[in-house]
């Protein structure tokens, strides 16, 4: 069983509408739960970060945690063409960065 | 937010020659940098980490002579893919983390390097 498994896509949507995308992961120790946004040929960018189990929103995007079931999920609410790129799942047991372990990432098209 | 600048955006060298990549965080001290390589359509693969003064650490199967890493000061990591070859052609990308201020990650752009 990989640590983080994250269904690679690709993952098609009209515009305006409601994605969600998932991370289930083995881990118990992880703590901090990221989501990254990265368009092609591009770096990584930081959507959302969360410690621990909840829920954070920020703009159209929410991020929620379930320790429990080890299970996380990013919503992007009214997507948008410029949504479309591949997003990365990432979670650490918190060690300064160290052991940070990345989803495969899904790969998202938002159809104008 | 935090931003970690990566130069260049795009190299392309002749074989046996040697490349330098650069990454700096611009707004914050980065006691630990980390250096990746994507292949198209998958997912980020930790090279190396760099602490600042000291050597890296080379994940399994890198080879620390070919890549090498300076670290020199808190604000600075360069990669140098040294005598490159066409299968070192891939997309270099470099991180940073900010220290005790929290567990986040921030990334440089990413260099395309292609070895003729």
């Known amino acids: 069983q990989k640590e983080v498994e994250q269904d690679p896509g690709p993952l098609s949507v009209p515009e305006g509408a409601i994605v969600s995308l998932n991370c289930t992961y083995s881990?118990?120790?992880?703590?901090?739960f990221m989501w990254y946004r990265q368009y092609s040929r591009k770096g990584p960018e930081l959507l959302m970060y969360?410690?621990?189990?909840g829920n954070k929103e920020d703009g159209r995007f929410t991020a929620q945690v379930d320790k429990s079931s080890k299970y996380i999920s990013l919503f992007i609410r009214d997507s948008q063409p410029s949504d479309s790129a591949t997003y990365l799942c990432?979670?650490?047991?918190?060690?300064?960065?160290?052991?940070?372990?990345f989803g495969p990432g899904t790969r998202l098209s938002v159809l104008p | 937010g935090a931003v970690v600048s990566q130069h260049p955006s795009w190299v392309i060298c002749k074989s046996g020659t040697s490349v330098k990549i650069e990454c700096r965080s611009l707004?914050?001290?980065?006691?630990?940098m980390f250096w990746y390589r994507q292949f198209p359509k998958q997912s980020l693969m930790l090279m190396a980490t760099?602490?600042?003064?000291?050597?890296?650490?080379?994940e399994q199967g890198v080879e620390k002579d070919k890549f090498l890493i300076n670290h020199a000061s808190l604000t600075l990591s360069t990669l140098t893919v040294t005598s490159a070859h066409p299968e070192d052609s891939s997309f270099y990308i470099c991180?940073?983390?900010?220290?005790?201020?929290?567990?986040?990650?921030?990334f440089g752009s990413g260099t395309q390097l292609s070895v003729l």
């Open positions: 991180s940073a983390h900010p220290g005790a201020r929290s567990e986040k990650l921030f």
């Open positions: 881990n118990s120790a992880f703590q901090y």
């Open positions: 969360t410690y621990s189990s």
């Open positions: 990432a979670m650490s047991a918190g060690n300064y960065g160290q052991n940070f372990v």
């Open positions: 707004d914050f001290q980065a006691t630990t």
């Open positions: 760099s602490n600042e003064g000291s050597k890296a650490t080379y």
